[in-house]
């Protein structure tokens, strides 16, 4: 099961529609600058969203290019997102492609390996099997102790679900993960017995123990809430000025070990 390091809501949350987040945009069209690309297994690197995205893209993509594991690199863009992206593959499991990635994993900045959970990018519409959230410790080994949830989707009314319910929830959970990973987001799905999540990222107790880390606060801008089947969840909550209506936060959870 998954552990909530956040705080519950108070009362019974329901989606806003009005000032719901999407958790990604489904009706835009995802492509590479290069016709190639589409068609190829990629390595992602960083991933920026905003309207000045591809520039800031565009200047890590030179910075990195100084870096001889990484001087091939590209900018590649997927929906609202441009990721700055190395080498290109028919499929993620060829000998070239694994040596790739240990590679460009093992690379060193000031001291700090800062690829260390690189991973792969599908090609448009290309599925992939290492979405299960419960694979993660296995792919990123012991370093990848939480992650954080910015989705869940299952009944909004708080009555069980039916085995339709459950089934709706974790194909639609699915999907929103798969998504991510095309827009370069290390996304993966949790199905429990009554709902799914979906989360982003890996950290280990440093980026959680002693505050959150830069990586984790990054992320946390990009997904600032926790989505209900793909809109924000209202709740009221006591401050210093009274009580207050606002959004779920997106909060980190523990990874499941098995």
Sequence with gaps: ???SLGCASSGTSRPDAIEG?????????THARNSGESRQWTIGLATFSGNDAPARAEAEADRLRSIPALRDVFVMDRGSRAIVCVGQHPSPSTAEALAQLKKVRAVTIAGERPFQHAFFIPPTGKAQDDLDLRRAPETF?????????????????GKPPTEKDIAEARAKAEEAARELRRQGELAFYYHGPSMSMVTVGVFSHDDIDQGFSYELQQLKERFPYNLLNGQGVSQTLNTTQGRQKVLQESFPVLIPTQ
Excluded: H, I, P, W
């Design 1 to 3: 099961m998954l552990f």
């Design 21 to 29: 987040r999407r958790l990604f945009d489904a009706d835009s069209k």
């Design 141 to 157: 080994g012991s370093s990848a102790v939480y992650t954080l949830q910015v989705g869940v989707y299952g009944r909004a009314d």
